[in-house]
């Protein structure tokens, strides 16, 4: 028997038990389709994540309280305080450090003509701040250094909350009230965009004493955010950090920071690995549901072995080699894997374009390539033992089957 009639054999097989089939080649599709689309949330929230590390700002660093990630903080541990930010603004002490801009965040819901919306996050800093994060007036302009020292009530805003507060209207000039203060919008930030689990667009940013007066007190900060000379001057300016906050904190020893500065280099790098782990537990999970599909496999081809002992009987007996029975078996087995990994494929592809719980997934093409290639090895391995086992029938006994 050639090849072709070996695989047409094995097309009618299939055809004869066509929902049973189907059924098979479903398993088979949903672990390939799950394996792209889980991999591909992966990569798309890992690109969402150094997109928006990106968008701060080549020259930018973040000090934050606490020594560490997943440290926890001790009774000595000093926050971090509006004092330290005009600390590291002393030029004489941080030649390499251009500006400094303390944050304090909060979350309020701002009201305009009785349309409401929860603004994610509600940023109280200096003027430093728009340039250090690279956030840019598109509509009307930024507030000034008077505005802070005034304790002004004034706002700019991001386009995602213009739109959802201020609909078509032109935000500029107008007076929402935020957490039950009124602010007046002065500018409109560029949209940045991003895919993630925060809109880096639905954003306020205030002089930071009147967000202080008006929500969080004038205690601890947030974060500092500070922007180096240039580019090059990033590792020097994060050892002035460094020693002017030891200094301040009254800390001795390097190991026992209270505070942790860090560069874009370093947050792109805990980012990896934090998205290396996520998607291989993803990936490990649409593999499970694609070894159930090929249990599924040898599941149905012993059934089908069971059911054609008689035609298998008969073909042996009329000198049909034990290769060919092996053959038509195993090349079923690998129909039901190709045309399910196949149709997988083309499942995964497409659900890889709906955004999902605001990610949009990007395909990583190997995990394509690599699905359907394990989806037809599959079908070869689990589809061995049934092929075998028709194969290994002997003449006699199989006639005798019932």
Do not use: W
């Not at 603004?89 to 965040?105: F, L, N, R």
């Not at 809109?199 to 974060?223: E, K, M, S, Y």
């Not at 920071?257 to 690995?273: E, K, N, P």
């Amino acid at each position: 028997m050639n090849p072709f009639e070996t695989l047409r054999f094995a097309f009618g097989g299939l055809a004869a038990n066509k929902v049973r089939s189907a059924l098979t080649m479903l398993g088979v599709l949903i672990g390939v389709a799950a394996v792209i689309v889980l991999l591909a949330v992966g990569n798309g929230s890992s690109q969402a994540v150094k997109n928006s590390i990106e968008k701060l700002g080549t020259n930018a660093l973040t000090v934050s309280s606490g020594g560490g990630f997943g440290g926890s903080r001790s009774a000595a541990t000093k926050p971090l305080t509006v004092a330290d930010a005009k600390a590291l603004a002393d030029s004489a002490a941080a030649p390499h450090i251009e500006s400094v801009a303390p944050e304090t965040t909060t979350s309020q819901t701002a009201l305009y003509e009785g349309t409401s919306h929860t603004v994610g996050q509600v940023v109280g800093t200096y003027p430093a701040y728009f340039k250090a994060s690279n956030s840019k007036v598109a509509n009307g302009d930024y507030f000034g250094s008077d505005d802070v020292l005034g304790s002004r009530k004034v706002a700019v805003i991001g386009s995602t909350t213009a739109t959802d507060v201020f609909g078509a209207a032109d935000p500029v000039g107008k007076k929402m009230t935020l957490g039950g203060t009124p602010f007046t919008v002065v500018g409109v930030l560029a949209t940045k965009g991003g895919t993630g689990f925060q809109d880096p667009d639905d954003v306020v940013v205030a002089p930071l004493p009147t967000v202080q007066n008006a929500f969080t007190g004038f205690g601890a900060i947030g974060q500092i955010l500070v922007e180096a000379t240039s580019a090059d001057a990033t590792t020097p300016a994060q050892n002035e950090i460094t020693t002017v906050l030891m200094g301040r904190h009254g800390i001795k020893d390097p190991s026992a920071l209270d505070f942790r500065v860090s560069s874009q280099a370093s947050l792109l790098t805990t980012q990896a690995d934090t998205n290396r782990t996520f998607t291989v537990l993803l990936g490990a999970v649409a593999a499970i549901s694609l070894l159930v599909g090929g249990i599924g496999i040898t599941n149905i081809m012993l059934v089908t072995v069971t059911e054609r002992t008689r035609e298998i009987g008969i073909r042996k007996a009329i000198g049909a080699p034990r290769g060919v029975i092996l053959g038509q078996f195993l090349a079923e087995s690998t129909l039901l894997s190709l045309i399910g990994g196949g149709l997988g494929v083309a499942v995964g592809v497409i659900g890889s374009h709906v955004t999902i719980v605001g990610i949009k997934p990007v395909i990583i093409p190997e995990s394509v390539v690599g699905a359907f290639a394990i989806a037809v090895a599959i079908g070869l391995f689990f589809g061995g033992y049934p092929a075998n086992r028709a194969a290994s029938l002997r003449p006699i006994e199989a006639l005798r089957h019932e």
